[in-house]
């Protein structure tokens, strides 16, 4: 797509900035249009358990209104990501925010959370177009030896826009009730969608390259290359306690600490702000130091996090506990999607993208209604504690599997 950075380019992050607003404008429009498309998304998704709760969702149906966007999406990654790769990335990036915009109009005209979970999965067809694509484009940007910076760049619009929006969300709310928070993801969804439609160029399809012995598809590939499983193995820690965390932290946090859903706002956003403030520099850290060392690192700190937060007080400590867990996930997640773009060069990066996000989505589901049966039978703290054991049995098979890594082409 772009070429790539001539050799001896600076390899410090104000150089590899500097590079990127000079010479890569599509990265840039996707950059800014996930940015403020994922603030919309971040302003109502934690919103959406306590709003069903309050319409008489209970157990179950809480848990499937925050993660049923999955239930469409999970099916149709591979597909998307794979048509991408044969098509082109931007028809799927520009359809996929228009979907969004579409989503969040249902939110506001929905009458009952059965509604409301109606739309929900109409968001997660939009979420298979963009989150795939999106990847597999950066993906395609990145030069050798520089993924971890190049996905630690995306990382910061993915994660700060999503992160804003709690925060967003809940001072709208407080302010002007739901409604407005719904007009306000409709009116963000529809910009990002304008900026792809209007700025982005048209991409050309990518070649996929087939390694020797490849078998036919990649459900074949996936069960033979640990590198993949292992990558996998990532991608379901990190959703199982996304599912958990986001669908009960809300309701923990206002039942059981007595918060506002502002402050639930301010603790989500302290997560995935610093997160995103710390994307780079520890992509940068990626590209130089021991991707599978920093993985284990900041995927064992998340669950000790995970397993302290029944434990803290109110407000206060829990606004400090999740900053720690947003730097523990800044330096795991930049190791673990530069993996990911060695794999997919080697596979179709729209392919593995779609894959490995894929496997994300069937964990968030599998965090928040395993989550709803645990807080049934167990009570709500055990949901965090189950989510933390879980995360740190992830960290070993991850460290198992990366033991008899395959060469990245």
């Known amino acids: 797509m772009n070429p790539q950075p001539p050799p001896g380019a600076p390899l410090t992050p104000a150089g590899a900035v500097s590079r990127f607003l000079r010479d890569n404008r599509p990265f840039i429009v996707v950059w800014l249009a996930l940015l403020i498309s994922m603030a919309g998304i971040g302003m109502v998704s934690p919103l959406l358990p306590k709003?069903?709760?309050d319409m008489g969702a209970t157990g179950i149906w809480i848990a499937l209104i925050f993660s049923g966007f999955a239930l469409t999406e999970v099916p149709l990654m591979p597909f998307v990501?794979?048509?991408s790769d044969r098509f082109g990335r931007k028809p799927f990036l520009f359809l996929g925010l228009l979907i969004y915009a579409v989503a969040a109009i249902g939110y506001y005209w929905a009458p009952g959370y059965r509604e409301i979970f109606l739309f929900r999965l109409v968001s997660g067809v939009g979420a298979a177009m963009v989150v795939p694509t999106s990847y597999a484009y950066v993906g395609d940007l990145a030069p050798r030896g520089q993924e971890g910076r190049y996905m630690g760049?995306?990382?910061?619009?993915?994660?700060?826009?999503?992160?804003?929006?709690?925060?967003?969300?809940?001072?709208?709310?407080?302010?002007?009730?739901?409604?407005?928070?719904?007009?306000?993801?409709?009116?963000l969804s529809g910009a990002g969608f304008l900026m792809v439609l209007l700025f982005l160029p048209t991409d050309r399809p990518c070649a996929v390259p087939r390694p020797s012995g490849q078998s036919k598809g990649l459900l074949p590939a996936i069960l033979k290359d640990n590198t993949i499983r292992a990558i996998a193995v990532f991608q379901i820690v990190e959703g199982l306690t996304y599912g958990a965390v986001f669908t009960f932290l809300p309701i923990f946090m206002t039942n059981v600490r007595g918060t506002t859903l502002a402050q639930v706002g301010l603790v989500?956003?302290?997560?995935?702000?610093?997160?995103?403030?710390l994307a780079f520099p520890s992509g940068w850290l990626a590209?130089?130091?021991?991707?599978?060392?920093?993985?284990?690192?900041?995927?064992?700190i998340l669950a000790v996090g995970i397993l302290l937060t029944p434990v803290v007080g109110g407000f206060a400590a829990l606004f400090c506990l999740?900053?720690?867990?947003?730097?523990?996930?800044?330096?795991?997640?930049?190791a673990g999607n530069a993996l990911s773009v060695e794999r997919g060069r080697a596979r179709g990066m729209g392919s593995v993208m779609g894959v490995f996000i894929m496997a994300n989505s069937v964990a968030i589901v599998a965090g928040s209604t395993g989550g709803a049966l645990i807080d049934s039978s167990l009570g709500i703290s055990w949901v965090f504690y189950s989510a933390a054991g879980a995360c740190l049995a992830g960290v070993l098979v991850f460290n198992f599997f990366m033991r008899r890594r395959l060469p990245a082409a």
């Open 81 to 83: 990501g794979r048509l």
């Open 287 to 300: 590209d130089r130091l021991n991707r599978v060392l920093l993985v284990t690192a900041g995927l064992s």
């Open 51 to 53: 709003f069903a709760e």
């Open 322 to 334: 999740f900053i720690v867990v947003g730097i523990a996930e800044s330096v795991a997640l930049p």
């Open 268 to 277: 989500l956003s302290a997560r995935q702000m610093f997160n995103g403030l």
């Open 153 to 187: 760049v995306f990382n910061i619009a993915l994660v700060i826009g999503f992160g804003s929006g709690p925060t967003l969300g809940g001072l709208v709310h407080d302010a002007f009730g739901l409604s407005a928070t719904f007009i306000s993801m409709a009116i």
